[in-house]
């Protein structure tokens, strides 16, 4: 911390200690306390809170994990009908939601990767900058309103049903919406620069003399990412990918605007919980939920890629 000041003096670095603290205290750990209080509670109403009703409770989440007590959850197995003892509703919602995570942050990657190769690696002077200018531009516009343009995109009268119907690839326009193409599209579009910055930025920090070296000896073109280039960007690729993942499970405009008839995110269901069911304390227990599988789902990938925390934050 002396060193902090010595770098940034004293006025400079207490004014950043204040802003960061301040940021993470106020702005993110006494919410998320707040929020892991109230999921342990009863819903009361206002004028019952505090008294010897309003106690702890674990009830919030057991709903999410077996349903309604007086209205079990039934299941036709080989025609016959039966009681199952979990909420299958939402928990196949949340199970989709985290797979439908992987699948975009998966899809980022891919798409984002010769991207952030040929930026870092490639692209060098204006040409560099003009690119990521490129690809800055179009989020000038407003999320909400680029949600919309993808729905009207992928519509059934939308540029791409138009040009496959009139390319005769396609005799009736295909639901994109109900399908979830559009969702998925938008999704991975939504976020696609906090995959490609964070790698970008690994991969210009890259020797270009050891990729000329790999193939020198011979390397072909995949062995020289896969031995040389994606283990020096794996701090980068884990970044994005976690940002990325993070982002898409936790996501409720895209899905709202971009989901089909009988499509539905888990954050959907926190939503309704918060709003239209009045239930702060069950949409808390939901909420806690999500945040700490994704937690978890995220060190796991980082302790099987065996990527450090420190080395993300570079």
């Not at 196949?92 to 010769?114: R, S």
């Not at 009207?152 to 390319?167: P, Q």
Request: charged share 15%; with cysteine.
């Amino acid at each position: 911390m002396k060193g902090f000041f010595e770098r940034n003096g004293p006025l400079l670095g207490g004014y950043l200690v204040i802003a960061v603290g301040f940021w993470v205290l106020v702005l993110i750990i006494l919410p998320q306390l707040a929020m892991l209080d109230i999921s342990f509670r009863n819903n009361l109403p206002p004028a019952l809170v505090g008294s010897e009703q309003d106690i702890y409770t674990l009830s919030n989440y057991e709903h999410f994990l077996k349903g309604n007590p007086g209205n079990p959850d039934r299941l036709a197995l080989f025609g016959i009908e039966t009681e199952v003892p979990f909420n299958r509703v939402d928990l196949a919602v949340f199970l989709k939601t985290l797979l439908a995570a992987v699948f975009v942050t998966l899809f980022d990657l891919i798409l984002c990767y010769p991207l952030a190769y040929f930026l870092g690696q490639s692209a060098i002077g204006a040409s560099g900058r003009v690119f990521a200018l490129l690809l800055i531009i179009p989020y000038w516009v407003n999320e909400i309103l680029r949600a919309f343009a993808f729905r009207i995109i992928f519509g059934d009268s939308g540029v791409i049903n138009t040009v496959l119907v009139g390319l005769g690839l396609i005799d009736q326009p295909y639901d994109f919406i109900r399908e979830n193409v559009a969702l998925y599209a938008g999704l991975g579009y939504a976020y696609i620069l906090l995959m490609i910055f964070p790698i970008y930025n690994a991969i210009e920090s890259l020797d270009h003399n050891q990729i000329e070296a790999a193939r020198d000896l011979g390397s072909p073109w995949w062995r020289i990412h896969w031995r040389v280039v994606i283990p020096f960007a794996k701090p980068g690729i884990t970044s994005g990918c976690t940002m990325v993942f993070m982002l898409t499970a936790g996501a409720l405009a895209a899905p709202q605007i971009l989901g089909g008839p009988s499509s539905l995110w888990f954050t959907q269901i926190i939503y309704q919980w918060f709003n239209t069911g009045q239930n702060w304390a069950r949409g808390s227990a939901y909420a806690v939920v999500l945040l700490i599988t994704c937690i978890i789902f995220v060190l796991a990938m980082m302790r099987l890629f065996r990527v450090k925390i420190g080395e993300i934050a570079k």
